[in-house]
Every structure is written in C-alpha cells, then in structure tokens.
C-alpha cells in the first residue's frame, strides 16, 4: 500500500510539493520514487538562489541501482537546501514526505501549485505502474 | 579456426534469412550520397611475410639515440622486471575488468595504484587512469565546469607554460560544450605564470590550470596560485609530473587548501618511449568531487563472509547508468600501462622514485652548466627547474639539430614552431638515465659544431649542386 499524504501535490516525475504557512514550498521525493530507486547513496541537493523553471533538473538521487534526476515542479529559487541529506541520504528512504525533503523553493507564482496533481490522481497514476 | 567467423554459406543463409539478396542491401538508409567509395590511398593486403619484412627493415632505420629530448614524454630506466610481470598472462589485458568475481587480482591492482597516485599527489581519490595526460587535462577542464558550484562560467584559465599539444587536445575535446580558454602569457624572464600577472578583475572563471614543473620545466609558484584561484571562486587543475612529485609540494597541499583536481601523464612511471604512446592518464580530485570525476573507480570492500575483496564503485556516475549526463564516457582505459606503471613503483618505492627525481634535477644542472659554458648558449629562464630547461643558442637550431641527430644525439625539442618568440631554443632534458660522460660528448660535439658553423663565413663550393 502506497503513502501519498492527501494535502500534497504531486508531479508525473514523482516529486511531491508541500505549501509551507511562509508562502514558500517544499519539494522531496515521494515514497513510491525512494521505494522505486532502492537504498539511496547520496544527494545532490541544488545550491540556494539558484533560479530555475518547471521542469529543470535541479537536484540529482543516487541509489545502489541508479542515479535519477529531480525536476522543479515550480518556477522559483532556492531558498533552503536539506544539508542532512549529504551525510544521512537514507532519511530519504526512512521518511521521504517528512526529515527526507529536499530543498524549499520561493515560487514566482504560487497559483502553479494548484495545477500539480493531488493525492488523488497521483495514486492513480501509481497505482498503473 | 579462421578469424573471420562466418563463411560465405553463412553469410549468404542470414541474408536470405533477412530477404535482402547482398551485404550492401543493408546500407540502403545511408544515401548514395555520404557512402565512402573505397579507400584509394590504402595499398593492397600483403601476407605476413611481406609485412614483417617491411617492419624489421623499418625497425633498424632507428637509432639507439643518446636522448636529451623530454618535452612531456621522458626516458627513465625501468627495472627489467617491470614489464616481465606485466605481461604475465593473468594481467595482459587493456581493459578494466567488469566481472569483479573473476577479477580480484586486477582489481586490487588497480585499487593499489589508485592508493599510490592519490599518496603521490596528496589528494583524496584517484580514478583507475585515462587515456593519456592530454586527454586527462581535457577531462579535468569537463570535471572542473561540472563541479565548481560557485562559478556559471564555462571560462578556463590557462597558461601557455602548459603543454601546447595538451592544450590543443583539450580544446578539441571541450570546445563543442562552449568552454573557452583565455590565455595567460608567461613571465618571459622567469619562464612561469607571474602572480603579478594574474587579471586584477578575473571575473567569473571555473578553473586555473597549473602546471608543475611547467613545460618549460620551470617551477611555478603554485601556492600564490592556488590561494589566488580559490579567492576568486576558481578551482584549481594542476597538471603534473608524477615523478617530480617524489621531490615536490603534492598538488593537494598546495596553498591554503590544495588543488581540486590533479592530472598528467604517467608515462614518466614504468613506460618506455615510443612514439607518442601508448601512454596513460591519470586523475585525482578531493573528495567533495569525486561524483563527478570521469573514469572508473575501484572500491575495497567486505564480501558476505567478510572477507575483504575489491570492485567497481561509484558506478552512477557512469554511461551505462547516467547515459547522456555521465561524467564522462570513459569506461575503459590504458589498463596495461596502468599494471606496469603500478608495478614499477611498487618496484621502486617511495625511495627509489626520489632517488630518480634527485639524480634526473642533478644531471639538469650539470648539464646546464655545462652547456652555458659554451659560447654561444644561453639559459633562457632564471627561475629553478626540475629536469628540462630551455637554452637559446647563437646558431640556426635546425642545423644544430640535423648535425647532433646524425651523430646519434637527439638534442632536445625545437619551441619555436610553438612559440615564435623562442626562436633558436631547445627545451632540453636530463633524466637519471644520463651519465657524466653522456652530458660530456654532447656538449663536446656542439662545441664542434659550433666550430664549423663559424667558419661557415668563408664557405667551400658545394661538390654537387
């Protein structure tokens, strides 16, 4: 049984995205990606005031099997970066909605965010694969 | 068994098989257009015969030359022993292994050679080699675009005092990813990168190259330029000689922090000369880049009963993996110059290859000194210099050249065709392998030659026109 957390959104490429009380979002990995990739190996988190758009690579998960790319669900900069990640990757694999996120990000505009997929749809769309 | 394994019924069952009636069906896609037709300056096939004929006689054309010529490339002695070991059956191989199972010996020797290179040049890892010191360069300059966080810039600052056939190699290799090189001029006194030099407002550069001993074979100031770079968010790539380093400042402690990267060529460790190759590359960085270094890496491991075993690690970073983002599409490399360099320093020691460094910088001195007590030599640069050095003589080099090699010395590289203001300079190179005498007979012989060349003012009719 898959974890999706209702009040996230999702994206095809298995990112969630979290709204924080600041205005600002947070951004990981879903369960079902860690679950997907296997024992993460190390993170490469994006560096803060980077800017990017949707559907940038901006961070790199590196498991025992492979190493994926991770996609900026919105278009923003980097405020935050999870430092933890770069010595205990595996919070990842422990907690991936939760201490396993990956970076916070300002949107430049944060209507987007309700475009992304919700919790619904995204356990659909896992639930095919 | 014949080499070729199909036989024409084969060949001709498969093609039915596919419906085409003739190999070159296949080629259809590729228009008439783009396909070569045939290969007119290749000579026909001759049998084994003709062919051993031609080298041998090829083969006596060279002469057992007394060699004073380096330029990146140098003459050392190598332990007999050396390539005997090399080429034992269990080792004879170009390749790195994949099957770590069936591959144990290979593999520790690879890890005992990574362990060698990263204590030679004091940096944290090593890779399991590349091709060669060019190529090595090229890739540190990919790795270090990569890799410096701090920097957007695809801006390389390089020195001419690198190798100029290092850095045209580089450039072919990187130039199609839009990295540029700017140029930094040399101190024409010093023959080094002067610190003073160094552009005031650099901008955004990703990485300085610097080289030690550089290809002058002076030494750099490489702490000034290593603080220099990383003040100004630049990595540094040294480009290195790893026998000098028996003798000189690793790269990873240069400066306050070291240098990022270092590379070069290994021929300097166990293989001979040989017309430009097979040589082999190597790689080290720190440890906060060894995801994007190029190359494969091999790890030292337990096994399930806990034994200690070896592999490949860090294989994400890698083609078969990361396809089109590897770090590179390096996977295998010059694994038998590898074992042989590993042999030979394994051979020689810590010690021994010191003893190589000092007694190769004592002949350069003897032979400079010897060589500018002749009228008519100068000493280029005045800064100090490991086992090369660069002298401007009086008289047309070229005619210098052609009456050493005729004689059996080959008196060092000609720098002007790479740099016109060096005209009438050699870069000339004493290594261990040079005795006393050896140092004699050539300054003896340019003595001599110089001689007729002076009295060339009242030449003598020519015989034959």
């Not at chain 2, 002469?63 to 190598?78: M, N, T, V, W």
């Not at chain 2, 390096?330 to 030979?344: D, F, K, M, R, S």
Request: charged share 20%; net charge negative.
């Amino acid at each position: 049984m898959n974890n999706v957390p209702s009040e996230l959104r999702y994206t095809k490429s298995h990112e969630w995205v979290a709204r924080n009380d600041d205005g600002s979002f947070t951004i990981g990995i879903t369960d079902h990606a860690q679950h997907l990739l296997g024992d993460l190996v190390f993170v490469e988190a994006p560096d803060v005031g980077t800017d990017f758009s949707a559907g940038d690579d901006c961070a790199v998960v590196e498991s025992v099997k492979a190493a994926s790319d991770v996609y900026c669900p919105l278009d923003g900069e980097v405020t935050e970066a999870n430092e933890t990640l770069a010595d205990t990757p595996e919070l990842i694999n422990n907690d991936a909605f939760g201490d396993g996120w990956i970076f916070k990000l300002q949107a430049k505009d944060a209507g987007a965010f309700d475009e992304l997929m919700d919790a619904d749809t995204y356990a659909e769309m896992i639930a095919e694969d | 068994m014949p080499f070729i394994p199909h036989t024409e019924e084969d060949i001709k069952q498969m093609l039915g098989a596919i419906g085409v009636s003739n190999i070159d069906d296949l080629f259809d896609e590729i228009p008439v257009a783009l396909r070569t037709k045939g290969l007119a300056s290749i000579p026909e096939g001759l049998s084994e015969m003709e062919v051993s004929r031609i080298l041998h006689e090829r083969a006596m054309q060279d002469q057992r030359s007394l060699c004073f010529a380096g330029a990146g490339a140098y003459e050392h002695h190598i332990p007999a022993a050396v390539w005997e070991i090399t080429t034992r059956g269990e080792f004879y191989s170009a390749y790195t292994p994949y099957q770590a199972e069936a591959s144990q010996g290979t593999l520790q020797l690879l890890y005992e050679y990574q362990t060698m290179m990263a204590s030679l040049t004091g940096m944290d890892v090593s890779n399991a080699s590349l091709y060669d010191g060019a190529s090595a360069l090229a890739e540190a300059v990919l790795m270090a675009v990569r890799a410096n966080r701090k920097s957007k810039s695809k801006r390389i600052l390089m020195p001419r005092t690198v190798h100029p056939q290092y850095r045209k190699v580089a450039e072919t290799i990187v130039k199609g990813q839009g990295i540029t090189f700017d140029v930094l001029d040399y101190d024409h006194k010093g023959g080094h990168i002067n610190p003073d030099s160094l552009p005031q407002e650099p901008g955004d550069i990703a990485a300085l190259v610097i080289p030690q001993p550089n290809f002058f074979g002076v030494l750099e100031d490489v702490d000034v330029l290593t603080d220099w770079a990383h003040q100004h968010n630049t990595l540094v790539i040294a480009v290195v000689n790893p026998t000098a380093l028996a003798i000189l400042k690793p790269p990873g402690l240069w400066g306050e922090i070291g240098a990022d990267i270092a590379c070069g060529d290994g021929q300097p460790l166990g293989i001979p000369l040989a017309s430009g190759g097979p040589y082999f590359g190597f790689m080290c960085c720190r440890q906060d880049y060894v995801r994007q270094m190029p190359g494969r890496i091999i790890g030292r491991t337990t096994d399930m009963d806990g034994k200690p075993g070896f592999t490949l690690t860090l294989q994400a970073r890698e083609q078969h993996i990361r396809r089109s983002k590897a770090t590179s599409n390096i996977c295998t490399n010059q694994g038998l110059l590898v074992t042989a360099a590993t042999i030979y320093m394994a051979m020689v020691g810590p010690d021994g290859l010191e003893k190589v460094a000092r007694q190769s910088h004592a002949n350069t001195l003897l032979l400079t000194e010897q060589l500018t007590a002749l009228a008519g030599v100068h000493q280029v640069f005045n800064r100090p210099c490991f086992h090369e050095g660069v002298f401007r003589f009086d008289y047309p080099v070229d005619e210098i050249m052609r009456a050493t090699t005729a004689r059996s010395i080959l008196p060092g590289v000609n720098l002007e065709d790479e740099y016109p203001e060096l005209e009438n300079c050699l870069l000339v190179c004493a290594t261990e392998t040079k005795t006393e005498q050896d140092i004699k007979s050539f300054t003896e012989l340019l003595q001599k030659i110089f001689t007729r060349l002076q009295t060339t003012c009242c030449p003598v009719e020519p015989k034959m026109a």
